[in-house]
């Protein structure tokens, strides 16, 4: 089964799966959560030695890698809970209000 | 009309719903093995312990727990069961909400005892009633036999795909739970070919199609959504009792409704009555018809869904109602449970009867004849005068 969920916050109470149970593994790859996050993390890529602990340590597999090198924190899916900015041993990650860091993007 | 084979015993009702249980031959049972537990779990330990079941029984450490484990089962795939009465019913709490949230099929036969304070344990509607709006199925039981019957035809109205709800078999503690009634038990084959085999929607083993049980409902919010997938449940859930109560009525003879009733026809005032009570009650009312006294009798079987369509069918031509609750909602006035759901059923309907309420059997008080008899005296000059002197009356209580 594969449910298609981009309009779930549409559905009337009759599209709704009984009981909640979700048949459609792994498809909370679709449900974004990074719209939770109050602290965004900016990692300093001058002082970052890519340890990959943060990458090991994120609850959310939101830090990405590629070729055992940190590529980016994925926001769709990043809390900002913080734990990668607690563990980094250079302390590489500073964790920055959201509204300021959209802010500075825009 | 083949009747299928049976056995007639003399059973306590605790022995009786142990025997059912035995028969349905569950997949599992959680139960927490001290009291307020009853000997419905001592007797299905028993079976458990003698070979008699294939059940997995699992003793856990207080009813939360066994009402956690049932969740496990179920969401497992398993047919499950459990058992309890009074605080064990109240410290499930929580749980009752889940079970019925996640649209768990389960069984579980509850005594009808009070909850404290003061410390009292003996019979009353409190226990259950607490839970009325858990999104539980509830089916009262009048003696040994129905508490057999409703528990055997629990699982196939738990189970049905319409319904998908967990159901309790209420039975009043001690007047039925220990009391030894002669019954009819049927064969065990028979009863294997009713419940049939458990066919889950789902379950967390199947490893080839993997399932979520329980996720959050997101910060969307589909909770609301869910809630009414509950209702509706329920809405379908009269015809899945009536069907079930017809097809075990073919098999036994003894068809179930959603109630019974009692010489309406002809009378012109009745009383509704929940649980062991409705036989004292049968009694009187027989006895003062046959003095040609228009009187008659419900005694409600479904209460959870609330039957209101067939009792408001039932009831409109009569000129007076006197609904027995053996619980108070607290509620400043409003009267017992049943009597507030009656009332507010009868509503939008232009004709209807006046309603007096007769709050009984609190904390295990008696219910003799002669108090029945004083409330269909006082109801039949209610029906008589037209007028309502006391709507909500203590029936039993010293004052």
Known sequence: ?106 | MVIAKSNTLALQGTEAVALAMKQINPDMVAAYPITPQTEIVQGFSQFVADGEVDTHLVNVESEHSAMSACIGGASAGGRVMTATSSQGLALMWELLYIASGLRLPMVMPNVNRTLSAPINIHCDHSDSMGARDAGWIHLFSENAQEAYDNTLQAVRISEHPQVRLPVMVLLDGFIISHSLDRMESLEDSTVKEFVDVFKPEFSLLDAKTPTCIGAFDGLYGYFFEFKRQQEEAMRNAFQVVKDVGKEYGELTGRPYGVFEAFGLEDAEFAIIVLGSAAGTVRHEVECMRSRGIPIGMIKLRLFRPFPANELIEAVSHLKAVAVFDRSDTFAGGMGGPVFTDLRSALYESEKKPLMVNYIYGLGGRDLPVELINKAATELEQVAQSGQVKEKINYLGLKE
């Open chain 1, 1 to 106: 089964m594969s449910w298609d969920i981009s309009n779930i916050g549409q559905w009337t109470w009759k599209e709704h799966p009984p009981g909640a149970v979700i048949k459609d593994p792994g498809n909370s790859r679709q449900f974004k959560t990074g719209g939770w996050r109050t602290l965004r993390p900016i990692r300093d890529e001058e002082i970052c030695n890519q340890c990959l602990i943060c990458y090991m340590f994120c609850p959310d597999s939101a830090i990405k890698a590629a070729g055992e090198k940190i590529t980016t924190f994925d926001l769709d899916f990043c809390k900002g809970c913080g734990i990668c900015a607690e563990e980094c041993p250079q302390n590489a990650i500073e964790m920055v209000d959201e509204s300021k860091a959209q802010e500075a993007v825009e």
